[in-house]
Each structure stands twice: as C-alpha cells, then as structure tokens.
C-alpha cells in the first residue's frame, strides 16, 4: 500500500521562478496590432484577429533566441535600425507560411506536357526553357517542376531549361538549396521519376532522400521580396508559378504582385497560380486557360 499511494502522488511542480519568462508572457492586442502592421509593411501578409495565437506561438521563439522578455521588448527591437538590420529577416522567417508538397495540385504539371513545353520554347527564344518559381518554400514545387522538364527535354534533345527559384524567407531557401527530404515526402512523386532524380541514403536507418545534382544544378537560388518596387529578374520567364500565395494579400497588393510578374513573363508565356488563390485577370494581360492557369497577352 505505500508503494501505492507514492505513485499516486502528484508530480512537485516546479517554482514559478525556474519557469523561463518568456513562455510565461503574453501578446497583448495592442502590440499585436502593431506587429500585424509591420508584417503588411514589411512582406505584405495580412493577418487577422483569429491568427493572434498563431503569432504568439510563433514569437515565443524568437524571444527564447534574443532573450527578450516580452513582445514589447521584441517589437521596440524591430523598431529601431540596428534591431531591424539584427532581426528583421528573422521575424519575416518565423511568421511567412511555407506550405508545400512535391506534385501538388497535380493537374498543373500534367499541363505541362510535350506539346505544350514545344511550344513554350519556340515561343521564347527556341532553345531554352525558362521558369520562374516565385515563392518556392522549401523546394517541392521547384524539383516537381524541374523533373517534369527534364524529364520531357531529354526525350527529344532539342531544348533546354533553367529555374529560377526564390522565396522572402532566407532559412527556407537554405532547406530548399539543401533538397533533401524525407522518404514520406517523396511518396507522391511517380515511381520512375524517383528512380531517375531521387538518392536514397546509403544508411539503413536513415529516411533522407536527396534531389539528383543534375537537377540541383539546373536551378538558381535568390531571396525577393515581390513587395519590393525594385527587385529585377534579368531574362522574361516562359513559366511563373506563385501559388497560394495571393491568398495571404488584399486586393490591391494582389493586384501589384500579379502586374509585376506579367511585366516578367513573355507574350505567351504561363502564369499558374494556386486553387486557393484569385486575381482580378480583367485588369490585368493575362487570359484565363484552365485552372488557374493563365496566358499571358500582349500589351
């Protein structure tokens, strides 16, 4: 009986004071205000009063990592031009969404196919195929996409490709230049093209599955921010996916975001947004073929 009522003992919680601060703090509606205004200003993302605790939780680690002992403290941080130079880049990382899977919204890449590519190509310069992945996470669309080029390229070897892959996040784009994956991330991609592009690990144990270098070194890497007035791309693209992304924008900034990707894209060419997304086409040089799939038209 008294090894009995030892185990049923509640477990000696541990004093307040040992418990770090900054798991103890809250988000305040006031600083949240303030933070969800720097997010607009600073990648353009709309957060809403429901994505309060999201924020939160997302916060609490950057206050771990700078050692901080509350949001305000962290927000007067962001505020100051040392802070934003230390930390800016940081907070846009932590906040940003990077959802993503290999093949996802399958029907886009099957539109893909040889006839269409063909066409692409003699459309652009008749040699090479240029696409553009506009916010590539962690770089499952940018290796779908690079497969099913190749894939079809090298059938024919008349053409050849390149991807531009960029992202707002610097720690995403360092994952995605990295592509490696687990093996249940790859399950979606079919089985010959994960014969002919994907490396297993050589350890037993191990689930980690890497992107063949042939395609890794078909693909450049760069951070843009598609809020920004300035940033260039040097060469018009045959192909741009931003997908589920216009999502996270109002109206206008959706508007702006679409209008400076057309003026990157070739009379022709495809813009390919996501399921989720919308866009006021009408204003706008594109035409709508299919799924979110749109044309882009001359001026």
Not at 70 to 80: K, N, W
Request: with cysteine; hydrophobic share 40%.
């Amino acid at each position: 009986m008294a090894q009995v009522s030892a185990a049923l003992k509640p477990p000696v919680s541990a004093p307040s004071d040992a418990i770090p601060q900054w798991t103890r703090v809250e988000l305040s509606d006031q600083t949240f205000d303030v933070l969800v205004r720097l997010v607009y200003t600073s990648c353009g993302v709309s957060l809403s009063r429901i994505k309060k605790t999201m924020l939160e939780t997302r916060l609490r680690r950057r206050l771990q990592v700078t050692g901080l002992p509350d949001f305000e403290s962290y927000l007067r941080l962001l505020q100051t031009p040392a802070g934003a130079a230390q930390e800016m880049q940081s907070f846009v990382d932590t906040v940003v969404t990077n959802e993503t899977s290999f093949f996802r919204e399958r029907a886009h890449f099957d539109h893909l196919n040889e006839a269409e590519l063909k066409r692409l190509v003699q459309n652009g310069d008749g040699r090479t195929l240029r696409a553009w992945s506009a916010a590539c996470s962690s770089g499952q669309e940018v290796y779908t996409l690079a497969m099913v080029l190749d894939a079809v390229a090298s059938q024919s070897r008349q053409w050849d490709w390149q991807i531009l892959a960029t992202d707002i996040s610097v720690k995403i784009l360092t994952a995605a230049r990295e592509a490696i994956y687990r093996t249940e991330d790859v399950a979606p991609v079919p089985a010959a093209l994960q014969e002919r592009y994907l490396l297993r690990s050589r350890d037993p144990d191990s689930d980690a599955v890497r992107v063949s270098p042939e395609l890794r070194g078909r693909v450049t890497f760069g951070q843009i921010n598609l809020m920004h007035a300035e940033y260039r791309v040097k060469t018009k693209m045959d192909i741009i996916f931003l997908r589920n992304v216009l999502i996270y924008f109002e109206p206008q900034v959706q508007h702006d975001v679409v209008a400076k990707l057309c003026r990157h894209l070739r009379p022709g060419g495809l813009l390919i947004l996501g399921h989720s997304d919308t866009t006021r086409s009408g204003k706008l040089p594109l035409r709508l073929i299919r799924g979110n799939i749109y044309e882009r038209l001359e001026d």
